[in-house]
């Protein structure tokens, strides 16, 4: 690689390269896998890095433990944002511009960010016992990841307003059923063929796969578009007062609940 990207440095995110295979894994397993500012930064990096080194052919993405990611972590976006242009969004932008195979093997709960993600890899793995779940609008938020876009067109409408207005949870059956995943595996089993996948993926001639990844991805822009209109209203319900009441009433359950 002409470029180095140390471990030691990203413990939140785990980075590992297996020959032209990088391995980007969600290390957080106390707090359930849930992104932050910092591992947002350093997930973009990371993908920004592998799109350019020629010597790597493709992505995978994981949780540590039994969670892929329970989404953003609320905490963290309760506080002050990075200047600049938020880590998140440079995520996004990061995956939507990541020109080679990328695939998720979802290990676990996937929340939020956690499943809005997905649609935006070109493979999907889930082991049996992965449920999905996009709370936007039970937290005072609402969809990101240009998923108000890209669900309803991969799920159909219908199954989209149920997941992203009635807060519906999806088992991997029903992920299967409706198009969010490729796969379900057995737990045991989802992280060695995920990679045995990838790795045969990535010895394919790079090309042909990336056109044909283009020519499935479609229209980039209006993804891009999408991506920043929910921003701009992302960004306003995260300063509104009913979001901070919302977060403060769940807040206040759950000190009951642990009383």
Same mark, same amino acid.
């Given at each position: 690689?002409?470029?180095?990207?140390?471990?030691?440095?990203?413990?939140?995110?785990?980075?590992?390269?297996?020959?032209?295979?990088?391995?980007?894994?969600?290390?957080?397993?106390?707090?359930?896998?849930?992104?932050?500012?910092?591992?947002?930064?350093?997930?973009?990096?990371?993908?920004?890095?592998?799109?350019?080194?020629?010597?790597?052919?493709?992505?995978?993405?994981?949780?540590?433990?039994?969670?892929?990611?329970?989404?953003?972590?609320?905490?963290?976006?309760?506080?002050?944002?990075?200047?600049?242009?938020?880590?998140?969004?440079?995520?996004?932008?990061?995956?939507?511009?990541?020109?080679?195979?990328? +695939?998720? =093997?979802?290990?676990? !709960?996937? &929340? @939020?960010?956690?499943?809005?993600? *997905?649609? #935006?890899?070109? $493979?999907?793995?889930?082991?049996?016992?992965?449920?999905?779940?996009?709370?936007?609008?039970?937290?005072?938020?609402?969809?990101?990841?240009?998923?108000?876009?890209?669900?309803?067109?991969?799920?159909?409408?219908?199954?989209?307003?149920?997941?992203?207005?009635?807060?519906?949870? +999806?088992? =991997?059956?029903?992920? !299967?059923? &409706? @198009?969010?995943?490729?796969?379900? *595996?057995? #737990?045991?089993? $989802?992280?060695?063929?995920?990679?045995?996948?990838?790795?045969?993926?990535?010895?394919?001639?790079?090309?042909?796969?990336?056109?044909?990844?283009?020519?499935?991805?479609?229209?980039?822009?209006?993804?891009?578009?999408?991506?920043?209109?929910?921003?701009?209203?992302?960004?306003?319900?995260?300063?509104?007062?009913?979001?901070?009441?919302?977060?403060?009433?769940?807040?206040?359950?759950?000190?009951?609940?642990?009383?």
């Amino acid at each position: 690689m002409s470029e180095a990207l140390d471990p030691a440095t990203a413990f939140d995110v785990l980075v590992e390269r297996r020959g032209a295979v990088l391995e980007l894994t969600f290390h957080r397993p106390e707090k359930r896998n849930a992104l932050t500012h910092s591992m947002y930064a350093k997930l973009a990096d990371a993908l920004q890095l592998a799109n350019r080194d020629p010597e790597l052919r493709a992505v995978m993405l994981t949780g540590f433990g039994d969670a892929f990611t329970a989404g953003n972590d609320l905490d963290d976006f309760l506080r002050p944002m990075p200047e600049g242009t938020p880590p998140v969004l440079r995520f996004l932008h990061a995956l939507v511009d990541f020109d080679k195979p990328l +695939l998720a =093997a979802v290990n676990g !709960l996937a &929340v @939020g960010i956690g499943l809005t993600m *997905l649609l #935006h890899c070109d $493979l999907v793995f889930a082991c049996s016992t992965a449920h999905f779940k996009a709370p936007f609008a039970e937290v005072g938020l609402i969809p990101e990841a240009a998923s108000s876009l890209l669900l309803p067109s991969t799920v159909g409408m219908a199954w989209a307003a149920d997941v992203l207005l009635a807060g519906r949870e +999806l088992s =991997a059956t029903e992920a !299967l059923k &409706v @198009g969010l995943v490729s796969r379900v *595996l057995p #737990h045991g089993m $989802l992280l060695p063929e995920a990679r045995h996948v990838i790795d045969a993926v990535a010895a394919m001639p790079p090309q042909a796969m990336g056109r044909s990844k283009k020519l499935l991805r479609g229209d980039r822009q209006a993804v891009r578009a999408r991506i920043a209109e929910e921003a701009a209203l992302f960004l306003d319900q995260l300063q509104s007062a009913e979001f901070r009441d919302t977060v403060a009433a769940m807040r206040a359950r759950r000190h009951a609940q642990s009383s």
